[in-house]
């Protein structure tokens, strides 16, 4: 059975998409959710392998004017006539507008293909045998961390082969916790 988005991890995926920077508590504060459970939700939808990763998005219109001053300033160095210069820097201005036209371009096709609602269904694979999970996952939790299996077989034998590995994992979440 896949995993399944529901509202508050939608309305944390749409808080994430206007500014991956936010701190957990800016979500929380923006969708009404409480901080423990963004975080949570957060840490499980990173977990079962639906966000990758928060990635920035790259401003190229401040980049645009200081490529284009180097590049005449390295013709200048290189004794370039004025005409030379002067079509050699709109040669890199219209190939800068070009690069950010293709890549708003990019930004819009995936805006497209990006449709997160409720009820959106998230394939598992299992962790051991990486098969595809048809029923209700094995979950298999450890400090902040989720694991899941396809059956009980696959999730002893991970238990088993990285038993070293969890007990240290273990061991330092519990150093960080302080006691109350």
């Not at 309305?11 to 979500?27: H, N, P, Q, T, W």
């Not at 079962?48 to 920035?56: A, D, E, H, N």
């Not at 999730?155 to 302080?178: D, L, N, Q, T």
Request: hydrophobic share 30%.
């Amino acid at each position: 059975m896949p995993f399944q988005l529901d509202s508050y991890d939608v309305s944390i995926l749409k808080a994430l998409f206007k500014d991956g920077r936010k701190s957990f508590r800016e979500i929380s504060r923006e969708t009404g959710i409480t901080t423990p459970t963004v975080k949570a939700r957060f840490d499980r939808l990173m977990n079962v392998g639906f966000i990758k990763s928060v990635s920035p998005i790259l401003n190229f219109d401040i980049v645009e004017d200081d490529i284009g001053k180097l590049e005449l300033e390295k013709t200048k160095r290189d004794g370039g006539s004025s005409e030379a210069i002067i079509r050699q820097s709109e040669e890199v201005q219209k190939k800068k507008k070009e690069e950010e036209k293709q890549y708003n371009q990019l930004l819009q096709q995936q805006d497209a293909k990006i449709r997160i609602k409720k009820g959106m269904k998230i394939n598992l694979n299992c962790e051991f045998c990486q098969g595809h999970i048809l029923g209700s996952p094995h979950v298999f939790k450890f400090a902040n961390y989720e694991r899941f299996f396809c059956c009980t077989g696959c999730m002893s034998g991970y238990k088993k082969k990285y038993a070293g590995r969890i007990e240290s994992i273990k061991r330092r979440f519990e150093g960080e916790i302080p006691s109350l």
